[in-house]
Every structure is written in C-alpha cells, then in structure tokens.
C-alpha cells in the first residue's frame, strides 16, 4: 500500500503540471489522487489537534492536579491566552528591531525561533481555552474560515 507521503507527492506533481486531470497514476485518475490526497491531510490535522486535545489534558492533570472547568480556571486561561499573544507581538517587534538594525535586536534565527515559540504557546493556549468550553477547535476554525471568505466574496473554503 501506497503511503499518505507517496499520495501526496503524486497530487503535488498533478496539481503543479498541466498535464490533463484524468491522466492515470497506477490505475487511479489524477483527480481521484488529488482528491485523497486532500482529505489525508485533513486528517491528519485532526489527528493532531486531538494529540494536542488528549496531551493538554493530561498535562493539565500532572501540572495542576486538576482538569476542571471552574470560574476560575476559565480566567485564568483567557488571561494566559493574552500573556502569549503579547509574547508573540514582543517577539514580532525584535524581529523588526533586527530588520532595521537598532540596539536591543537578536540575530535572526534566534528571532525567528523565539516567533514560533510564542506562536505554538498561542494555539496550545487555545485549544485549552476552547475545551473548557467543550468547543470543537476544527469545527469552529473550517466554520469562522469560510464564514470570512463568504463575508469578502472569496472562493477558497472548506468543504461543507
Ligand atoms: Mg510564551
């Protein structure tokens, strides 16, 4: 059996050529590829997002003694919500300062590091955030996503 990553690159040589879509690949057509390929890999972003669903749970429980929902807990993750976020502006405005050459900037990896950090610590911020509220992260991205593309005319989307 062929693996996600081999599909993937069949797709990707599809999509980047002009050759017809019902050109065959094996005994599959072309789109029929693409079309698999697609949907792989939106699997495997909710494979991932329930990893990270099932890993913060856990952490939860080992850092706090506690998963729970209370007041309290809900406050307290709005507000870590927003630390990060202005971790990640902060890490942002170094990355400027090292484009413009000022004192206080850090070298550009270091910068960049520093950026996906800041940003990794936003999405685990919010996928604990939108568990305590029993919210279904993918549910809620695909729909806000296509929600603002219908709001500015746009065609690209999640299939509904
Ligand atoms: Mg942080």
């Known amino acids: 059996m062929r693996s996600i990553q081999e599909i993937a690159e069949d797709a990707h040589h599809c999509a980047s050529s002009h ?48 998963d729970d929902k209370s007041p309290e807990e809900i406050l307290y993750r709005s507000n870590e919500l927003g630390g990060e976020s202005g971790e990640v502006q902060n890490a942002v405005k170094k990355y400027i300062r090292h484009l413009r050459g000022m004192k206080g900037a850090v070298d550009e990896e270091t910068s960049l590091n520093d950026i996906g950090e800041e940003i990794a610590d936003v999405i685990i911020c919010c996928e604990r955030l939108a568990r305590l509220f029993e919210i279904d992260l993918e549910d809620v991205v695909r729909d806000k996503f296509n929600k603002t593309s219908d709001k500015y005319g746009l065609n690209t989307k999640f299939e509904e």
């Open 19 to 66: 050759e017809p879509d019902v050109r065959l690949i094996g005994n599959v057509k072309a789109s029929e590829i693409k079309r698999l390929a697609l949907t792989a890999s939106e699997v495997g972003v909710e494979n991932f997002l329930q990893e990270l669903r099932d890993k913060s749970r856990q952490r939860s429980i080992e850092w706090n003694g506690h």
